[in-house]
């Protein structure tokens, strides 16, 4: 699991109600990117995401605009050492 990065995003401005969570869950998993993706109560999205390093770049960078509607006005990534192993990605509710 070395070659395996983790990466807790999360993307603040307009990014519900814009469908930003299906978004980013089939861009990650066209990637092979394994996590999950929910909405926050603060009007943000967080995701956890997992998987080779420019797999996990690529799902990130999407993140950075999200599909049409959305707006991004801030977005936090923090990259860190995988403590568990996710099978498949999924939407939190």
């Given amino acids: ?38 909405n926050l109560p603060e009007r943000q999205v967080e995701a956890v995401l997992q998987g080779k390093q420019n797999a996990v770049e690529k799902v990130v960078g999407f993140m950075r605009t999200g599909p049409p509607m959305a707006h991004v006005i801030d977005m936090a990534v923090s990259w860190r050492t995988p403590t568990e192993t996710f099978h498949g990605f999924n939407i939190r509710h």
């Avoid at 070659?3 to 299906?22: L, N, T």
């Fill in 1 to 38: 699991m070395s070659d395996i990065v983790e990466a807790r995003v999360i993307v603040s401005g307009r990014v519900q109600g814009v469908s930003f969570r299906a978004h980013t869950a089939e861009t990650a998993m066209k990637a092979g990117v394994h996590g999950w993706v929910r």
